[in-house]
DNA sequence: AATAAATATTCCTTTACAGGAATATTCCCT
DNA sequence: AGGGAATATTCCTGTAAAGGAATATTTATT
């Protein structure tokens, strides 16, 4: 089995959109074919890669599989996001702050995760 | 200019290396270099499409380039987990909660961000 | 001005991976 | 048992991207 990290996962921009789909509730293969437009086998593909992240968990029943979020891989964002939080809080009365807030201003790349 | 997201450009696990050694704080191309064992191109590579992704910024003193995180898409992705954390709390009181976690004891594939 | 240090860029090769189309598999239904 | 629905898998092809080696660029130093 390959080395699927949350990240690599989530990198993939149909995969992100299954994601915040399911974010909604659980969904089958086919709803999630349907809602996003994506053909059926890619809709599999990307679900398997998703399942072997541990993103999403399955459900069988009957002829349907239905696919949910799992809750672990992203507490584990949160706590990796948290070491990242105490940077910031740590640097705010540094020095250097002043500088890096100037600097900041030149940036004007704003993008989100999705 | 490509479309580099958050979670592609962490989806490299060198990538993801340097963006937790400039934890520590600002760092030249040279020493982040040294210390995670590339080779001077491939970070200078891997830099860039960290800038292009909004995760660092430079800041080029005489020959060195100093490389510092962005605190803004770390705050973005706080901003996007903080949908999933609710919908775990309205989950949790509901009918599936307990099939919800019989399922999740048959999945032992913790692994986490890193 | 010439040289050296630090960094960026280019070119090349290899590999991973996404989508398409077709097919296999699983399970229900009658 | 046979047919059909839902899903998974395979094969193929094109493309993006990472690493290596070499080279260009920028800035300091003497």
Same mark, same amino acid.
């Given at each position: 089995?390959?080395?699927i990290t949350?990240?690599s996962?989530?990198?993939e921009p ?6 915040? !789909?399911?974010?909604? %509730?659980?969904?089958? =293969?086919?709803?999630? &074919?349907e /809602?996003?437009?994506l *053909?059926q086998? #890619?809709?599999?593909?990307h679900l398997?890669? !998703?399942l072997e992240? %541990?993103?999403?968990e =399955?459900?069988?029943? &009957?002829? /349907?599989?239905h696919? *949910?979020?799992? #809750?672990?891989?992203?507490q584990?964002l949160?706590?990796?996001?948290e070491?990242?939080?105490? =940077?910031w809080?740590e ?8 500088? #890096? ?9 704003d993008?989100?995760?999705?």
């Open positions: 089995m390959k080395d949350t990240f996962a989530l990198s149909n995969r992100l959109r299954i994601i915040e !789909l399911l974010r909604q %509730g659980p969904l089958t =293969v086919g709803e999630i &074919a /809602r996003l437009e *053909r086998p #890619q809709a599999s593909k398997r890669v !998703l992240a %541990g993103l999403v =399955v459900e069988a029943v &009957a002829n /349907r599989r696919y *949910r979020l799992r #809750q672990e891989p992203f584990a949160d706590t990796w996001l070491s990242y939080r105490k =940077v809080s640097r705010f009365d540094n020095l250097d702050h002043y500088l #890096q807030q100037l600097q900041r201003d030149n940036h004007q790349q993008d989100v995760p999705e």
